[in-house]
């Protein structure tokens, strides 16, 4: 609940006298202050006051262990003999039997002498090195790999670009090459002389081109859908700049160094024993794995007649030991990374939806939305970097968790009962971490939206979308599907267009693996550039299905073309689980105003919390009877005289709520 105050919870500027508070403004609340009385996009939902610091603990909490692991990195790093590790871990060193500690050890078993003279030992492990070279490598696929990158953000921005203004062709564009890609593959497994593979790719994409044509009018909304996501993300063209900052300087300034970090505390450590490495029969200067020597003689003595290669490979005799405090201290480095990374992931999710939200909220025909974007990313790094911290533990949590169970489940995998058991925990988890992940991404886009603290905005988030009849766990599939799947069938043909177009440029001994290794970083740079486009685009479309939730739960119809494409949106999902009338006021657009028997029910509801945030005097809903059969655009309500902000702007609509 918001707290009782003599301003509702979205306070304005009163038009009086007594406009400016009294309690002293930081420099930072300055700016804000100055921007909430000239932005001509400041609207009755988006809080634009200064807002008080939340979830500070938190925030203390991470920069305390991301500190700590700075400081022991630099101290693990200054304290460690790179060029000592190298000579005391070198292939002559561990790979020989005359390495101390396996000399010294009486745990190295001696063998049985089962081999004959016929039997031959063959290193089964491959040197890559003899066929690969990484520096050859390097200096022949640079310029490629530049050129894959600078190729992966041209293509990413044509996917944005025509989302925004051809979404039909740019839809059925990636609808075709899908199915265009499947063909091909299937008329090439035909010349290849595989039938049976090329029949199966040939049903794969008639059944898709089926699926398709059924799905022709949810493709059409997915058009309309995603167009009004690039549409917002063109209003604010600085978003693409704002989360690929945010990305870089996680990535230079944290990612970098910490795995840096982690090689150091590695070279701390001693030289052991193998304890898998035995002698090698036949050759007394080698050491072969004990495991696989022993399932070699067990065949032996059943009469099996293999080839030795086949059981037995080479191992190093020694092993380096590391000390007992680098496994603790690199678990530190991995929980700090992973936090890192989830509230990098939070302060995109953050920022897009408060500058979505300020675009949504904006007065009809703004066309102007300077700073919306460096408004909502300086509440994330001030006074709401609690909240997003917050935001990411709970993320990174549920992904250590989800890791702990599949982990479980591969160790388990030959006990059939405790696999099965494992199977259905992991299963139960897996929704469970969805839904938890899913009110998550709302929370943190609703405290972006009302400047609340990360419970708050989880629980009256939930209760506006449960009061609306709108989904608490997804908000639609397919989007997500079609664009997910379309990023790595194009990453895919990106790559091996890339792997076959260099294949020229790699010397002949080395080419075949050279030209896969480049294929396959290319790939990677693709899947990762879209992804992160895409990914967006699909935050856009979140942060707008929440606003058109607040403006469901406000009764208002702030922007007409928003709520016909969600409220089909709604539809289909309502239709596909089977659930809600589609006739029920919750899908009503032409009647905004008509009576919810909610708003009986629930005196303490988030619905009259979000009356108040936009101002709305509790004698004006008698007024809504009458204005059940008026189609308005815009904020269909009149603040009174002591809510309207005073604002330089001269457009109307700025005080209308």
Avoid at 339 to 360: H, N
Wanted: proline residues 3%; aromatic residues 12%; negative net charge.
């Amino acid at each position: 609940m918001f707290k009782s105050s003599s301003s509702p919870p979205f306070a304005r500027l009163r038009d009086d006298e007594d406009s400016t508070p009294t309690a002293p403004f930081s420099r930072g609340e300055e700016e804000d202050l100055h921007d909430l009385e000239n932005d001509e996009a400041a609207s009755a939902v988006f809080n634009y006051s200064p807002r008080p610091k939340t979830d500070r603990t938190f925030a203390r909490v991470f920069l305390l262990i991301t500190s700590a692991c700075f400081l022991l990195g630099i101290v693990v790093v200054s304290n460690t003999n790179a060029k000592a590790f190298a000579q005391r871990t070198s292939e002559d060193v561990l790979f020989s039997t005359n390495c101390e500690a396996y000399r010294a050890s009486s745990s190295s078993p001696t063998s049985r002498l089962l081999l004959s003279n016929k039997d031959e030992f063959k290193d089964t492990n491959d040197d890559l090195d003899d066929v690969f070279d990484g520096d050859d490598f390097w200096q022949s696929s640079h310029a490629w790999l530049l050129l894959a990158i600078v190729s992966a953000v041209a293509l990413g921005v044509t996917f944005l670009y025509g989302f925004q203004y051809h979404a039909s062709k740019a839809t059925w564009g990636i609808i075709g090459f899908k199915l265009l890609s499947s063909f091909s593959f299937s008329l090439y497994m035909f010349a290849e002389g595989f039938v049976f593979g090329g029949c199966l790719f040939l049903l794969v994409t008639l059944i898709l081109a089926r699926v398709f044509y059924l799905w022709r009018e949810e493709i059409a909304l997915v058009n309309r859908l995603l167009q009004t996501a690039a549409t917002a993300l063109s209003d604010q063209k600085h978003t693409l700049t704002a989360t690929m900052g945010i990305n870089m300087f996680v990535s230079m300034f944290v990612f970098i160094p910490f795995i840096f970090f982690m090689s150091y505390a590695w070279m701390h450590g001693k030289i052991g024993a193998n304890r898998f490495a035995m002698t090698h029969p036949s050759d007394g200067s080698k050491c072969i794995d004990r495991r696989s020597y022993d399932d070699y003689a067990s065949s032996r003595d059943e009469g099996a007649t293999g080839d030795m290669s086949a059981y037995v490979y080479e191992v190093n005799c020694c092993e380096w030991q590391t000390d007992s405090w680098v496994k603790p201290f690199v678990g530190l480095l991995f929980f700090s990374l992973l936090w890192t990374s989830s509230v990098a992931v939070c302060l995109r999710l953050f920022t897009i939806g408060g500058s979505t939200a300020q675009w949504y909220f904006a007065p009809s025909g703004t066309t102007a939305f300077k700073g919306t974007v460096k408004r909502s990313l300086s509440h994330g790094l001030k006074s709401q970097f609690g909240t997003i911290c917050f935001g990411g533990l709970i993320m990174s949590i549920v992904d250590m968790v989800r890791n702990m169970f599949e982990k479980a489940q591969r160790e388990h995998r030959n006990n059939a009962a405790m696999a099965a058991l494992m199977c259905c925990v992991n299963l139960l988890w897996q929704c469970f971490a969805e839904i938890i992940g899913f009110i998550s991404k709302f929370a943190i886009v609703y405290a972006a939206i009302s400047g609340d603290a990360f419970c708050d905005s989880a629980r009256k988030v939930t209760t506006i979308l449960q009061n609306n009849m709108l989904s608490t766990f997804a908000v639609w599939w397919l989007p997500p599907m079609i664009l997910r799947t379309t990023a790595f069938i194009v990453s895919v043909v990106f790559g091996v267009v890339f792997g076959l177009s260099s294949s020229n440029y790699f010397d002949d001994e080395s080419r075949s693996v050279e030209v896969v290794f480049l294929g396959v970083f290319c790939f990677l740079i693709s899947l990762t550039i879209l992804n992160f486009c895409l990914t967006v685009l699909l935050d856009v479309v979140d942060a707008v299905y929440l606003c058109y939730a607040v403006d469901k739960d406000l009764q208002m119809l702030t922007k007409p073309e928003i709520h016909d494409v969600m409220d089909e949106v709604v539809k289909k999902q309502t239709k596909n689980a089977g659930g809600f009338n589609t006739n029920n006021n919750a899908f009503n657009i032409a009647n905004p105003f008509a009576a919810n028997n909610r708003n009986s029910n629930n005196n303490n509801s988030n619905s009259n919390e979000m009356s108040a945030m936009a101002g709305a005097p509790q004698q004006q809903q008698q007024q809504q009877q009458q204005q059940q059969q008026q189609v308005v655009i815009g904020y269909p309500q009149q603040r009174s005289g002591q809510d309207q902000r005073p604002t330089g702007a001269s457009h109307e609509d700025i005080d209308a709520v």
